[in-house]
């Protein structure tokens, strides 16, 4: 069956009080052309004329199939079911979650569940979060977090009750804790209706459009610099920083231009090997093996830098060099800069529990170790992956691998065919609690044929 | 009603008649012992009844505003009752479609059953069933359920009623304040089903998986694997058969001799999507299965032989089938409405 004949729904979540009936209402009342039926949670709160609207009472179901996070939700298997039955009244779906609901049973209903896929498909989940308020759940709930991190489209409402640097800061929270997400400011709810119902977040298609925040790649240093650098000693000064150490590695590039852009992808790889410490006084090489600056508790510490001939090198640190007051000083006491630098998604300043993390890389992938990685990670840690999608090239496969899902239900599918000259690229993302960024690249850098 | 003549859709049935009411049926049960008169009712809350030898609307009406979820007829078919969205379990006369009596419920009415001797009715809404005499009077009201009641099903002796429910099935007797026992299965169940001497109880469940539980030993079973959720399970009239769909096709496990621990089930073959309804006939072991892509089978099953006869084609999924009381044919509903009765040729086998 085509996806034009199944009857798209949106899930639509939020704490208490940050704005659902508004937003519902909203939805109900103006002239969009859809006929929307709504199953709400949250007993009699919208009374619209003319509009389907279900009450039902939230039955979270433990699936018993060896899968021991898929829980799904009886209640809309149910009601979603006798709907379908009457099929005409209506050509959208709304579904209102109680404040305190975790979406991961809604969602994983239209994985699960034969004749909900058959007639029904998932569009997206857009949850709401009260700018205000937001702030006393952020940190401790985590359905809080799970709303966010679930969303497809995140409405930042009531922005008009805080302070706009407020609004900047815990859009850049959220944006850490989701990068899949679009997220939109609204006063009283306010938002275009095109921008909440059909926008596809579970869509194969429609994964292959071109999300900037999806594709955002994400390394494990913050800053690089390449320098036309003589055979020599080099003397590396560091004050003390926000870390007691800080993680680099210089690479030797061939050739003068955009030096730190092409060896960025090496580097990401590289960056996940070992580091070797080194104390205040040693020396350090050009090489393929990360060093770790163990920094004096106060003042400088210096570090000599040996290279073996002229060239240009790449200087990728873990933070950005100017926390630490770092410098480069040649043989005669002169401070060489960079020819070109570049400063990378800076890291979060907080270490969020629920994160996204986004790997992008050029290359094509081992189909057999792709699978035998991505079945131990789901296995492994599909309890706290919330939501992942990723675009793939696999080597040998004319077409690109499209994949997307909830825990440790997904689907996938060949989704358009490479360009004869493109170049093969991987994107892919995942949101979740604890996800170890490294481990995550890593496993799948090394699933590169 | 539109009324029309099919032609003859299949060999070894004979299509008789034709009637559409373009709304969803939910559910077809008969009102007389011969078989010449239907009730059914659809999804948008209409309840009509059809007389079978012509396939003539004897009468319609609007039982529940909003939406019917359920309808079933009293043995003696005299009576039917109803459930639907509105709240309400209604009892009709099932000759003029006058109603009888009313019970207001909380919720959604999905589910109503007779007793198989005629004096209870049990509906449920939510997580209550409620027992009623067979005049309406609400006569046990039960509300100690884990989860929405999924089924209903009165062992053939009506002296205990089996209610399906997510983590397993709850045995009460009429009408008794506590439940007997009850029998615990993880997992959501969505159907029940009594051997015909009360030896077994069967349960469809959501993890594509069927349970059936030995009534008088502790020997249950469990039979895991299937491609779907079960839609349905159904005994046939001996009981030594056990019909279950799960996927493209019915699974049928035998009961005879030592049952059908470590055998081989039989399969009903042949369809293209997933099973929608299947039916044992009253009388011998034959089954009709029908499915979502609108094919129709009428199999005869022998010992170790599924043998599949007739086949009636059609583009429109099958919703619901049930066999005239007498055996001598059945009748299919289709989602958009459609309702036609087809008649066993004598000659088949």
Redesign the interface.
Known sequence: MSTESLVPVTVLTGFLGAGKTTLLNRILTEQHGKRIAVIENEFGEIGIDNSLVINAEEEVFEMNNGCICCTVRGDLIRILGSLMKRRERFDYILIETTGLADPAPVAQTFFVDDDIRSKLRLDGVVTLVDAKHVWLHIDESSECQEQIAFADVIVLNKIDLVPADQVDTLEARIRSMNAMARIIRAENANVGIPAILDVGGFDLARALETKPTFLEPEYPFEWGGAYALRAGTYTLTMQEGPDPTMDLLLVRHDGADNAVREQTEHAARRFSYEAVPYGPGGILTPGDVPSSLQLASRGASQFLVEIPADGTYVLYTEHRPEEFAATLMAKDGATVSPISEHTYNPEHEHDDEVTSVGIATPGSLDGKKLNAWFSALLMEKGVDIFRMKGILSLKGEAERFVFQGVHMLFDARPGGAWRVNETRHNQLVFIGRNLNRAELESGFRNCLA | MSRSDTGAPATLVRGRWAVRIPE?P?ALTWTDRAGDRLAMIS??GTLASIETVDGDGLWRVQAHKG?A?TVQASPDGSTLASGG?DGYARLWDADQGEQLAEIALKG?V?HAAWAPNGEWIAVAA?RVVTLCTKAGTVAATWGDHP??I?SLAWRPDSAQLAVGH?GGVTLRAPVDERPIRRLER???ILSVAWHPHGRHLAAG?????VQVWNMRKSDHLYMSGY???LTSIAWSQTGRYLATAGGPGATIWDFSGKGPKGSRPLSVVGHED?LTALAWAPTESLIVTAD?AGGTNLSRITDKIVRTFARIDSTVAVSSVAWRPDGRGFVIAQ?DGSVQAYDRNAADA
């Open positions: 969803y939910l999804a948008e939406g979820c969205q959604w999905e939510g989860s929405t999924s997510y993880k997992g959501s469940c959501q993890d594509q998986a491609n779907t959720k997933l979502a989602e």
